[in-house]
């Protein structure tokens, strides 16, 4: 395994620990919303993290056991989630200041994630790791 790959899996890794914690507080948030339409968003967005740390996990073993990966190593979610709703209409709803919050959090984290993953995609040249990220 190349170090710069090992490098990104490792980082990889420790955002796998971030992710984790994004997954519970997502769970978290699930459980104190009243609203079905954000309970749904937030329990999709902790089943994603899941599937996020599972590959990380595959592609470092893989690289490891100094095995061929496989032909596809993405795996994407059967599960879809369409928002019903509009953030600028659920202000409007009363008691929902920490939901909003919360989605706000949530935002920043998986826009914190993007980033973090497209330039560690920059620095993979295998084109099936690369895919992943």
Do not use: C
Request: proline fraction near 3%; avoid cysteine.
């Amino acid at each position: 395994m190349s170090e710069k790959l090992l490098e990104a899996l490792l980082k990889a890794e420790e955002l796998e620990l971030e992710e984790l914690e994004g997954k519970q507080f997502y769970l978290k948030a699930a459980e104190k919303t009243l609203i079905p339409s954000v309970k749904e968003l937030f329990k999709h967005l902790a089943y994603e993290e899941d599937l996020h740390s599972e590959k990380i996990r595959e592609i470092y073993q893989f690289f490891q056991q100094k095995k061929k990966l496989p032909q596809y190593i993405t795996k994407v979610s059967k599960k879809q989630f369409n928002p019903v709703f509009d953030l600028k209409q659920l202000e409007k709803v009363a008691g929902v200041e920490t939901d909003i919050a919360a989605l706000e959090e949530a935002l920043s984290f998986e826009e914190k994630s993007v980033k973090y993953y497209q330039k560690l995609s920059e620095k993979i040249k295998d084109p099936k790791v690369k895919r992943f990220f």
